[in-house]
């Protein structure tokens, strides 16, 4: 296609599809990867890679007229990791073999992608991080060390990964970003167990993992600002998420689109729990998650027509911060059953579940919001700096080569 296609363009093609694979009596697989030869996966993308070419506005009404046909989707919640931050970076970042091997089978879901970022050491801190990749003489990089908090690395297949290649330069221009095989020899997955009983998450260590240098996105060095792409993309995809919308207007029995439609139905179920401190709470949070449905659908807007920005980093902050209080609010407003929790059995969820559980869940896996994708802390460093433009933090070791630093 030598521009991009038009939005009837674009209907006339899913249209297409839809007559030449039946969602009725295609099997899922096979309608995915027909989706995804056919442009229509993300149609912003190039042609060839899931994409048409168009702008990315388009996306919305192809995915309403496929799920309006009872078209099936790839599951994004269980692999939100490859689509909202392999698939940006390796656009970005990966040569054209790189591109065609990895973007089809992660879009359609059949391989599931981790994140090997955050080690013991270097969570807030991310830069800082030890595990190393060293050149042999074939070429080829041996990666030692250890990663923490990695989500789905017991299902993944592949994993986006930084790693330390040059000791001696400062902590921000020695890293370089590579594409892992957790299936390869010295890759060993253990769980960790959090507040909620899952082991939702992992710790990953790695030893003596032989990656390719055709499998190295950017530059030799330059592993932080390719790392950039995937944290921004991460953190966009968190702070405009589906949780935090408006009340929902499902019919009753069908699950609430988010938290604060959870809070809001638990409300109009339970007149006998009513107290008015816990009305003008609930209103109060209402209102915050208004504000931030709007903001998240501004944001969703200027991410349709470029690359995502800091402005992501705030929508996150918001997103943490509704959910504690919601889901705080949810526990008290409960009362008793607010406390009972009955399942510490040790699961491994494919995805998280914040709106198809109890309230006990809620309030504790809501925790974790303000470490996951990003500390607050730092979140409101970045807030400050790269969109408000204050002056930065005093920082001493930005120019001391890693080696250097005190651990």
């Not at 046909?69 to 994004?76: E, L, Q």
Request: with cysteine; net charge negative; glycine share 10%.
């Amino acid at each position: 296609m030598s521009k991009p296609p038009t939005p009837k363009e674009l209907r006339e093609r899913t249209t297409e599809l839809l007559a030449a694979h039946p969602p009725a009596t295609t099997d899922r697989l096979d309608f995915l990867r027909a989706r995804f030869d056919a442009g229509l996966a993300w149609v912003h993308f190039p042609e060839g890679l899931g994409g048409l070419g168009a702008p990315r506005s388009l996306q919305a009404a192809v995915d309403a007229q496929l799920a309006a046909a009872g078209a099936p989707d790839n599951d994004p919640r269980r692999i939100g990791i490859g689509l909202g931050m392999a698939a940006p970076t390796i656009l970005k970042y990966g040569d054209d073999a790189l591109r065609r091997r990895f973007l089809r089978p992660l879009w359609t879901g059949e391989e599931v992608w981790c994140q090997l970022f955050s080690e013991p050491g270097a969570g807030s801190d991310l830069a800082a991080l030890a595990t190393r990749a060293v050149r042999d003489e074939s070429g080829d990089w041996i990666v030692t060390g250890q990663k923490v908090w990695t989500s789905s690395a017991h299902m993944a297949r592949w994993a986006i990964l930084i790693a330390r290649t040059d000791p001696d330069a400062p902590k921000h221009r020695g890293i370089t970003y590579f594409v892992c095989d957790m299936s390869d020899p010295g890759v060993e997955v253990r769980p960790l167990r959090q507040l909620t009983g899952e082991a939702e998450f992992n710790e990953v260590f790695l030893t003596g993992v032989r990656i390719p240098d055709a499998h190295r996105l950017g530059e030799v060095g330059e592993g932080w600002r390719v790392a950039q792409t995937t944290l921004m993309n991460e953190r966009v995809a968190i702070g405009s998420s589906s949780r935090i919308p408006r009340e929902d207007t499902l019919p009753p029995g069908e699950p609430p689109a988010g938290m604060i439609a959870v809070a809001a139905r638990a409300w109009r179920a339970h007149p006998e729990r009513r107290t008015t401190d816990l009305h003008q709470r609930l209103l109060h949070h209402w209102v915050d998650a208004e504000v931030a449905r709007l903001t998240g659908e501004r944001l969703r807007q200027q991410l349709a027509v470029g690359a995502p920005g800091p402005e992501g980093s705030g929508m996150k902050l918001a997103f943490a911060r509704l959910a504690q209080e919601i889901s705080g609010w949810e526990v008290e407003f409960s009362a008793e059953d607010g406390l009972l929790y009955d399942d510490w059995t040790f699961a491994r969820p494919q995805h998280v579940d914040f709106t198809g559980r109890e309230a006990g869940y809620r309030y504790l896996r809501a925790k974790g919001n303000s470490i996951e994708g990003g500390t607050s802390e730092v979140l409101l460093n970045i807030v400050a700096e790269r969109v408000l433009g204050l002056p930065p933090e005093p920082r001493t070791d930005k120019d001391v080569a890693w080696k250097d630093l005190p651990r």
